[in-house]
């Protein structure tokens, strides 16, 4: 994926006229947006009628689980329910031995995180084992603040809901209006191995899961160390932007930082100036939808550009719903700006530093193999 990532990077000195480009309007585009305007509006009055919990986890998984044709929306809804599943019953039995146990839970965490970026290198389907290790990590490093186990699980059963209803929403809504894709109609070559060739012959594989564990476990260890949990983001962040490459894996971070920048910035504007005012569910749904529509537009757009409207979707949710009621705290938004930026200088330098690994190199060593 890195090779595609760094291609994408444009090195035109037109920037503006760059930016154009890649903003411009397709009618593809538009259905996507107004698809993805229209899940995580049904998600704010589906969570905000029923009380479910992780309001905003649930918007934005319809940025997330939105792909650009059916089956892509279909596999990865499918599988992401799946693996979210076994993530769950993986880390409610690991907790039986870990709660209040941190001696064993962070250990615990850096083995589920290690296996995870380990499997998402030699496995053909490297988003699953990704998926499954990240949701057992994160569902660990949540321990030390619940209260009681009782708590714990109750939170984590919700958060499979939260999850598992808006992935099924955003499948349904892009079945039911996404047009048909002839690329996607077809054949593929059926894949003859679930691993990839170099799979366990290749030491990168290793190097990247530790590279990606060492920088997600420093940055967990400094917050918890100086009690600042809000910036839990940088955790996030240093398993989200690894690629195989330095250079992809910096470029993403720098899209993963404009994004949440322009969603703070959002975010920021809708509390201090909206929020006050604010007394209905239709005013709130409004304000979903616009801030929908700017991180659709830019998630729907090329390699490029579209993990920064993830983002930008990401940081504007997490910031505006803080709870059932209008909220003007403004601590939020800080913490997951600097949290983010935290992380991304970590795996910057971890990356930089530690074992590099260049484009170029993993061309010539895939070209070696075949």
Same mark, same amino acid.
């Given at each position: ?38 899940? =995580?509006?049904?998600?704010?009055? #589906?969570?905000?009628?029923?009380? %479910?919990?992780?309001? &905003? ?20 809804? #499918? ?14 039995? $690991? ?11 962070? +250990?615990?965490?850096?083995?589920? $995180? ?9 496995? %053909? ?12 990590? %994160? ?5 030390? &603040? ?8 109750? /939170? ?22 996404? +047009?048909?894709? /002839? ?7 059926? @894949? ?10 290749? +030491?990168?594989?290793?190097?990247? !899961? ?22 839990? *983001?940088?955790?996030? *962040? ?9 250079? =992809?894996? $910096? ?10 920048? #322009?969603?703070? =910035?959002? =975010? ?7 929020? +006050? ?7 709130? %749904? ?6 929908? !529509?700017?991180?659709?537009?830019? &998630? ?7 993990? @920064? ?31 983010? $930026? ?29």
């Amino acid at each position: 994926m890195s090779e595609t990532f760094v291609e994408a990077r444009s090195l035109d000195s037109d920037w503006l006229g760059w930016l154009k480009r890649e903003l411009a309007p397709t009618h593809l585009r538009e259905i996507r947006t107004a698809i993805m305007i229209g899940g =995580a509006v049904l998600c704010v009055i #589906i969570s905000m009628t029923l009380q %479910v919990p992780q309001l &905003a986890t649930s918007a934005y998984m319809v940025f997330f689980a939105s792909k650009e044709n059916k089956l892509l929306t279909k596999i990865t809804g #499918i599988g992401g329910i799946f693996v979210l599943t076994i993530g769950i019953g993986v880390t409610l039995l $690991l907790y039986k031995f870990t709660f209040g146990h941190p001696e064993l839970r962070i +250990p615990g965490m850096a083995i589920a $995180l290690f296996l995870g970026m380990w499997l998402s290198r030699i496995l %053909v389907l490297g988003p699953i084992g990704f998926l499954l290790g990240f949701v057992i990590a %994160v569902s660990q490093s949540v321990g030390e &603040a619940a209260p009681s186990p009782e708590y714990l699980v109750r /939170q984590l059963l919700w958060l499979w809901v939260a999850l598992t209803y808006a992935i099924t929403l955003t499948v349904v809504l892009n079945v039911l209006f996404l +047009p048909d894709s /002839q690329k996607a109609a077809a054949p593929r070559p059926k @894949a003859k191995s679930l691993f990839v060739p170099d799979a366990f012959t290749n +030491p990168a594989h290793v190097h990247f !899961a530790l590279k990606v564990t060492f920088a997600a476990m420093f940055c967990y260890i400094i917050y918890e160390a100086i009690d600042w949990t809000g910036i839990h *983001t940088a955790f996030i *962040t240093c398993t989200f932007i690894a690629l195989e490459s330095t250079g =992809a894996t $910096l470029y993403k971070g720098t899209l993963r930082f404009v994004g949440c920048v #322009i969603g703070g =910035a959002l =975010a920021l504007f809708t509390i201090v100036f909206l929020m +006050p005012h604010m007394e209905t569910i239709a005013s709130l %749904v409004v304000v979903v939808a616009f801030g929908s !529509a700017i991180a659709g537009w830019v &998630a729907t757009g090329s390699e490029r550009i579209s993990y @920064a409207g993830l983002q930008i979707a990401f940081a504007f949710f997490y910031s505006v719903f803080q709870g059932y009621a209008p909220d003007t705290d403004l601590d939020n938004v800080r913490d997951r700006v600097v949290g983010i $930026l935290f992380g991304l200088v970590v795996t910057g330098l971890v990356f930089q530093y530690i074992w590099p690994e260049r484009a170029a190199d993993r061309i010539k060593n895939s070209k070696d193999v075949s």
